[in-house]
């Protein structure tokens, strides 16, 4: 399996709408963490494609989707090139806990003819703050193999759940394929995106904190 790095970084702690008064760190919580799924929007997500599971030991989250992808070439519609899906999340933690996201791997599969590209972009953020930048990775044909990316956010740029605030949390992706130089009244390229992990899971990266 290949290993490339792209995904949006979390918007810095200073935007914050409300000031936290935390622990530097903190060991995952004992209590179960419960995530639900709020709304799924998107092309790359028609409704009960997407599907949300929390690790047991409260150390991360996976989407997974089961009809996500973009094509260009024989049999592909125009609209097929670009792929999206926004997913909003309630994230609820034990009381005395605040998050932050501190690691993200999406992996897929693709296959890309030679002259052929692809792009996978992401970012995710608390509802009501400042959106992130995407991130994003391109890939180039010729391609016939599973994708994962990884991303981790910088200790200083992680950016925490208010404490006893509210906000969900989004994660948008998007998928685009361009023919290139490839033929494509010939041939076919394609990616698709089976999961998102999300990983809050190590005190080195602050994603636990206790309010």
């Not at 709408?17 to 963490?33: D, F, G, H, R, Y």
């Not at 994708?147 to 998007?174: K, M, V």
């Amino acid at each position: 399996m290949s290993s490339m790095t792209f995904i949006g970084g979390i918007a810095a702690a200073a935007l914050l709408a409300a000031p936290l008064v935390s622990t530097p760190q903190a060991s995952a919580p004992n209590e179960k963490i419960v995530i639900d799924v709020v709304t799924v929007l998107g092309s790359g997500c028609p409704t009960n494609t997407a599907a949300v599971a929390v690790s047991p030991d409260n150390t991360a989250f996976t989407v997974t989707y089961s009809n996500y992808l973009a094509q260009v070439g024989v049999g592909a519609k125009a609209t097929d090139s670009r792929k999206n899906c926004q997913v909003n999340l309630r994230v609820r933690v034990p009381s005395g806990f605040t998050y932050a996201v501190a690691q993200t791997d999406h992996r897929g599969y693709g296959f890309l003819e030679k002259g052929a590209t692809a792009t996978a972009r992401a970012n995710y953020y608390f509802q009501g703050m400042s959106q992130t930048v995407y991130k994003q990775q391109t890939f180039r044909g010729p391609l016939d193999d599973n994708w994962q990316t990884t991303h981790l956010t910088d200790i200083a740029a992680l950016s925490w759940h208010p404490c006893g605030e509210s906000r969900n949390l989004n994660i948008n992706t998007e998928l685009r394929v361009a023919g290139g130089t490839s033929d494509l009244r010939k041939t076919t390229s394609f990616m698709t995106m089976d999961s998102t992990d999300g990983s809050i899971k190590t005190t080195y990266h602050l994603s636990w904190r206790r309010c």
